[in-house]
């Protein structure tokens, strides 16, 4: 008997993640024949092409980048990242005709406590706000579980709490980053089996780090256990190590 075929989506990330490489900086013009390229001839499903309210630049960028896509019709591949800001960056990507926001959340209670400096609790409340402010602006929603991994790593208490809150929300995708590239392919494959058979009905995506030279081989098993989408970058450019 066939098996069916799983289709694994690639969301490129190059514009924004690749673009934090130390001493690289695109122009407007360079990121608009990137995105051309990756959304045209190579065809990749989803591309990440900013970071909301960085710079006048990014927003020209952005606002070229999405007017190309609109007239092909590939308005809804393109996504920004976007802030906890009480729907600063909704408005920013909305100005920019943007159509997706991937929002940047806390994925670990290190972070929530120590950089947020709020509870849990108050974290979450912040996240729905603010998701629900890009919702009531007409944008699709993503959430990043930033420091995901480490977040897993202490105990998947504080994660499922938190997936349990973007569930209830109806986000469109929760995006799994191992944030500091700390993660070894055992590792990867005992958490996402354990996110994956605990929301079987989540479209999750895969974000790994090479700092230890293992972000494909990351990449490769989270296909192996059942991740909806992976995030690359060309010739793997990226914060630190790529």
């Known amino acids: 008997m066939a098996q069916s075929k799983r289709y694994i989506e690639i969301m490129d990330t190059t514009l924004r993640d690749g673009e934090q490489t130390p001493e690289l900086a695109y122009t407007p013009a360079e990121k608009l024949q990137i995105a051309r390229m990756l959304l045209g001839e190579v065809g990749v ?57 991937n929002l940047l959340t806390k994925g670990s209670e290190l972070h929530c406590r120590k950089q947020l400096r709020k509870t849990p609790d108050e974290h979450f409340k912040d996240v729905v706000k603010n998701i629900r402010s890009a919702k009531k602006k007409g944008l699709t929603v993503n959430v990043y579980l930033e420091d995901w ?81 992976v995030h690359t970058t060309v010739n793997g450019l990226g914060e630190r190590a790529g």
């Open 45 to 101: 499903d989803r591309i990440e092409i900013a970071s909301a309210r960085v710079s006048k630049g990014e927003a020209e960028s952005a606002r070229r980048i999405i007017e190309w896509a609109a007239a092909k019709g590939k308005d809804d591949r393109v996504e920004i990242l976007g802030f906890c800001d009480g729907g600063i960056s909704s408005s920013w990507i909305r100005k920019v005709c943007g159509r997706t926001i």
């Open 149 to 229: 991994s480490n977040g897993v790593r202490d105990g998947f208490q504080y994660v499922h709490a938190f997936c349990n809150v973007l569930v209830d929300q109806g986000v469109a995708r929760i995006m799994l980053p191992d944030t500091l590239g700390v993660l070894t392919p055992s590792e990867v494959r005992r958490y996402l089996d354990w996110m994956i058979s605990a929301y079987p009905n989540v479209r999750f995506d895969f974000h790994s780090h090479n700092d230890y030279g293992l972000g494909t081989a990351n990449a490769l098993v989270a296909v192996e256990c059942g991740i909806n989408g």
